[in-house]
């Protein structure tokens, strides 16, 4: 496969591959993700209850995950982990308390409050995140009106002192 042809997949998304045209440039094969994995490994081996606790506590982030998403991409996912995780520090810090094993995380993730402060906080990182886009789209389009008024105002004010405009130019009404 040629050069071109990787970089063109690769833009497509179908592969975690990216490749640069450039010569000398580097691959880069996903770093971000052998990072997490080596990182989930380790507190698996070193803070087993720890991973089951953290395991249950960020199980609707697969959900969130999973919703499609092409203008957002991957920035929910992040914020509900944020919020997930900030939510999750009360729960860790009861587990380190005390034993820290596997039996009490269990114990831990049976109990509503604990396990449902995080699933909430996953939830409201998600509806912020979303919310975020729309009331963005919202100002920029309450700004351009607003805009667009002021300058038929000022249109209006010069066809006033110096006459209407050629038909030529015919001006948009306003809404």
């Known amino acids: 496969m040629s050069r071109k042809a990787v970089t063109e997949t690769a833009v497509a998304g179908k592969t975690g591959l990216h ?8 691959h880069r ?9 080596l990182c989930c490994g380790g507190l698996i081996v070193l803070a087993p209850g720890s991973a089951i606790l953290l395991l249950g506590m960020l199980l609707p ?5 999973a919703i499609p998403d092409r203008h957002a991409g991957p920035k929910v996912v992040q914020a509900s982990l944020l919020f997930g995780l900030a939510a999750s520090v009360h729960g860790l810090r009861a587990l380190w308390q005390d034993e ?3 039996a009490l995380a269990l114990a831990m993730l ?4 604990t396990l449902f402060t995080a699933w909430i906080a996953i939830a409201g990182g998600w509806l912020m995140s979303e919310c975020a886009g729309l009331v963005l789209r919202l100002s920029v389009d309450f700004a351009a009106a607003s805009q667009r008024r002021s300058l038929m105002q000022e249109i209006r004010a010069i066809e006033e002192e110096w006459g209407p405009m050629p038909a030529s130019a015919p001006l948009p009404p306003l809404r």
């Open 29 to 37: 094969l996903g770093g971000g993700l052998w990072w997490g994995g």
């Open 110 to 113: 049976r109990q509503p409050q």
């Open 19 to 26: 490749v640069s045209s450039e010569p000398g440039a580097r």
């Open 61 to 65: 982030l697969v959900l969130v995950a």
């Open 100 to 102: 820290a094993t596997p």
